[in-house]
């Protein structure tokens, strides 16, 4: 993953999550785990930094399989998921 910014700068962090979902429904059994890699690109131009965050993704994709039977189910979040994964506990509760 390095070599998207200099890490002298700190312009690229990374975070990985390992978030338990409980089924309510189902107490009895073990929670789905949700695991969230988390990258934040930052650069004084917006469309730079989107740009290097859509490097920042590639890059980190091509580190895994493709081809069945070892591929990884990885998609990239929309908002709603993003904010699922960011703050999987909502901090008024």
């Not at 089924?23 to 690109?41: S, T």
């Amino acid at each position: 993953m390095e070599g998207l910014g200099d890490p002298r700068l700190h312009n690229v962090t990374y975070e990985l999550r390992f978030i338990a979902r409980p089924d309510p429904a189902h107490p009895d059994q073990p929670a789905r785990i949700d695991i969230v890699f988390l990258g934040k690109v930052f650069h004084a131009n917006r469309r730079r930094a989107a740009q290097l965050a859509g490097q920042l993704w590639e890059k980190f994709q091509s580190n895994f399989p493709l081809e069945d039977p070892f591929n990884y189910p990885l998609q990239p979040l929309d908002e709603a998921a993003f904010h699922a994964g960011y703050e999987p506990i909502h901090f008024a509760e």
